[in-house]
Every structure is written in structure tokens, then in C-alpha cells.
């Protein structure tokens, strides 16, 4: 007999899926939600904005009143589920995706609320066997996440943003965590033997995970040496795919990492490169085959008698660098480099533009019937090849971006930034 599911989770799935990175359902997935939400927090959380929302605004979704629905609202939040940020008398909210996000913080969490091994299990279930949710994720033209090249192996220029020790110098609060990534294989019988407290959160959800005890605040002198430890120990950095207010930065191995492994399930067609690439000199080069060794997607192969990097492959994180004792590896700028998004709310409206979704994150109130209609005019019409070609284009996609900073949709998202400028 198939797994029995209560309509909520079925509703709660809906709502997730509107989300550009899109969550699959399947058996796995509704375990998966039956451990993180109750019955009733699914079904309220199925009615949930996917951009920032007030108490007031949950009040009016939920049809509640306002102490019932920040019971609700807090209940979640200290599961990791909600992300609640404040400013001066501003407190928001906003439904974390699943990764990054509250998948990763239900693994992070020390203090025993969920069963990780039960978790990792279904996490590997969903994600790796299932198949699913990592073509959606993980194949998004625009991805969530992106490699911070080694930059002390750089001798051309390299901009802040490539930076990992930028977005500690810069961030107005860090946390340390467990590695979601290396947990999850230590319950299934798969870890390496890499250390698991790497990953680090910054500035507003860094906040949120430190006031529900998700995740530790740590300095950036702290963040620094573990940023130094982990690069020594040929870690890749692995993080949010945006130039400013940066959310989080992993140190992955490429035998467990879930975006490294995907990279290399899915035929190297997912784009997570920096803008470098590893050369290497043959002529100094003593096939020692170290470099082989420590790549983490592969890239690198003995062909020939000669030592060769596949650009192509190659997401330039450095790592070969840093372990070639006879420094025949130089890492270069590509000459095709990628866009990376300004910020959060412009990749995610990109990422909906690219998977035809834009239409949820503009009318997302999902029990109105109006909001229904033009939201599936707007489905249709984005959709059609004219429309379709048009949003593809950089310009048009850049012009639709600012017009929507500029209107009511954003509006939390910029008081909130503004707040971490400042910071």
C-alpha cells in the first residue's frame, strides 16, 4: 500500500512548487514534510507569499488573529522553516526553499528537535534516487549557487564578489553550522572523513538562524580561519550566487557535496564555474597525478603522457593550484565570463522568468480567484515564443527587474537590505 498524505501536505507541496527551483512530489518528499511540519502548520504554510510577508499580511491569509498566527509563524521560524528578519519596527518573514534552506537547517540543528538519520535518508532518497528535485534545482539556467575561486592562487584580476574573504570582510552578522551536505552521508554510510562544522551563513538570515539557536555566531576573524583550514585542506567554496548581501558559503568535498555531485550526475550541463579555469604547464608539470586526485568534479585526466584540464568541466576553483608541487598549474580568467545577479531578489525573479513562473511571484496571493486568473493570463503569456524571446533578452529582463524594485512587491526586500548596507 501506498504512503497515506493528508490534503495539507499535498496543498503545502503545491505552494513549494510554484517556486522557481520547483520541489517534485513524491513519497519521500511527503515523509519528508510530515517530520518538519505539523498537519496544521502545513496547511497554513500552504497559503504563504512567496516574497516577504507581515504578521498582518499571515493574519489575512490565515483568517486569524494576530496572537494565533505568530504562535504559528514562530513555531516555524524555530524550526528553520520561516527566515524572520526585523528592522527598527519592521518584522518580516519569508518561507526559506527547501535548499538552500530549511533541508540544510533541519541537519544543521544540534538540539535534537528532528531525527537527522531518518532525514538523511529521505533527503538522499528525494534528492539522489528520486532524481526529481535536482534536475529542477540544479538545472536552473541561472543557478543558485556559484564557486568562490582560491584567490590567493589568482595573479590577474579578480573583483570582490569572486571573493570568499570578501563576503566575510563585509557581512553584518556570520554563523557556523554543520555541513548538510556531509551528514546527511555520515547517516547513510557514505562520509569522508573532511570535518562537518564548515558552513557558514551571513547577514540577515545569518541572524534569523542565530535567534533560533540554528546555527552558532561566530567572528570574522573565526570565519577567516576556518575559510584558511578549509582551503588547506583542498575544500571547493560553494555559495550564494549573488553579488551583494551574500546568504551562505559551504566548504565541499566532491564526494558528498549535493551541488558537486549533481554537477556530475547531470552531465557538467549545470553551470556553478567560476570565472576561472585551470591550465597546466606540461613542461614542468612531474605526472605526479596529485591534481587528479584532488579535483573535485573530475576535470582533470593522465592522456597522452600529458596532463589535461577540460575547460569545460572545470568550475576554476583552485584547488589543483594549491596542492601542484611543481607549479605547473596556473589559474586563469575565462574570457566568457558569467552574470552573476546583483542580489537575491533579482536572481529569484530571473530564475522565475527563466522557468516560465514569474506569474506566482507577482500574484501569489493563491486563494483569491483574481489573483488565479491573471495568474494564469500571465503563465500563458510569458510562455508564448514572441513573449518568451523577449524576457530572454538581457536588456528587456534588466528593465522588468528595476520596475519591480521600484513597486509594492519589494518593498520589505529593500527596507531590509538598506538595513544590511548599514550594517
Known sequence: MGHITSKSYYDLQKRLDKSAQGVPESESLYKILEILFTEKEAKYASKLPIKFFTVKDACKRFKLGISETKEILNSLADKGILLD??????????????????????????????????????????????????????GLKTPSSRTYVHED???????????????????????????????????????CDMPQET???????AKSLVKHGIAKEISKKQAMEILDRCRKLGLVQLGDNVQEEVNWLCNCCGCCCEPLLAYKRLKYKKRINSNFFAKVDNSNCTKCKVCIKKCPVDAIELKNEKIWVDADKCIGCGVCSRFCHSFSIKILKRK????????????????????????????????????????????????????????????????FIRSLRKSKYSDIFNKLYKEGKKN
Open 336 to 399: 566568457k565570463t558569467i552574470d552573476v545577479p546583483k542580489d537575491s531578489f533579482e536572481r529569484f525573479i530571473i530564475n522565475a522568468i527563466e522557468e516560465g513562473k514569474i506569474q506566482n511571484y507577482v500574484f501569489d496571493n493563491y486563494e483569491l480567484w483574481t489573483n488565479e486568473l491573471l495568474r494564469h493570463f500571465l503563465g500563458v503569456l510569458v510562455k508564448l515564443p514572441p513573449t518568451k524571446l523577449l524576457f530572454a533578452q538581457k536588456q528587456l529582463k534588466s528593465r
Open 153 to 191: 592562487k589568482i595573479k590577474s584580476e579578480i573583483l570582490d564578489y569572486e571573493k570568499a574573504s570578501n563576503v566575510i570582510k563585509t557581512a553584518s552578522c556570520i554563523t557556523l553550522g554543520i555541513c548538510y551536505c556531509r551528514h546527511k552521508m555520515f547517516h547513510i554510510g557514505k562520509a
Open 199 to 205: 558552513c557558514m551563513t551571513f547577514n540577515n538570515v
Open 85 to 138: 528578519f526585523a528592522k527598527g519596527d519592521l518584522q518580516a518573514y519569508i518561507l526559506a526553499p527547501p535548499m538552500a534552506g530549511f533541508f540544510e537547517f533541519a541537519l544543521m540543528r544540534t538540539d535534537g528537535k528532528f531525527d537527522r538519520k531518518i532525514l538523511s535518508e529521505l533527503f538522499y532518497n528525494y534528492i539522489t534516487k528520486d532524481g526529481f528535485f535536482d534536475k529542477g534545482l540544479f
